[in-house]
């Protein structure tokens, strides 16, 4: 991919790169998503179980894949991407999930960049559209959600673990 320059309040940023992530990415990752959720929930997530589900992604590339925002040579941020087949539509959603940007990088086009390679790769591959799920408190992320085009759909989520 190529980098892309966006700017963010008419405040110039450096390129930033989209990239897939390797193995070589796995601290960093687990250290994002560990404060995803203690940031977003206050969960804290168990270190050896979170370090084999992320790499069970790279272990089974059917589960998806983690795409890396790097600016200057260094990781900002990252999302994980999965799919849904959907019968209705006879295609594939692709779920953005476990979205995290380094603090000093938010609100400087780090997502909107992720979203847009995502954008891209997915109607390359032929989904049939896009989703993800955010905590219902966080405005600020649902804000730029709908500002990328995202529309909030008529479905609630439920869960059950087992």
Request: net charge positive; with cysteine; aromatic share 10%.
């Amino acid at each position: 991919m190529q980098p892309i320059n966006l700017s963010c309040r008419s405040r110039p940023v450096p390129s930033l790169l989209i990239r897939p992530a390797t193995l070589r990415d796995l601290p960093e990752l687990c250290a994002w998503n560990a404060a995803m959720a203690w940031e977003t929930e206050r969960k804290q997530l168990d270190p050896t179980l979170l370090e084999r589900g992320i790499a069970g992604v790279f272990e089974q590339p059917r589960r998806g894949f983690y795409l890396v925002a790097e600016r200057v040579g260094a990781a900002v941020g990252s999302l994980l991407l999965t799919y849904e087949w959907s019968d209705w539509r006879c295609g594939d959603f692709w779920w953005i999930q476990s979205v995290y940007v380094i603090p000093e990088a938010r609100r400087s086009g780090v997502f909107r960049a992720l979203h847009a390679d995502v954008r891209q790769r997915a109607a390359a591959a032929g989904a049939v559209g896009l989703r993800l799920y955010v905590e219902t408190e966080n405005r600020r992320a649902q804000a730029t959600y709908a500002e990328l085009g995202m529309q909030r759909c008529h479905y609630l989520m439920y869960e059950m673990a087992l």
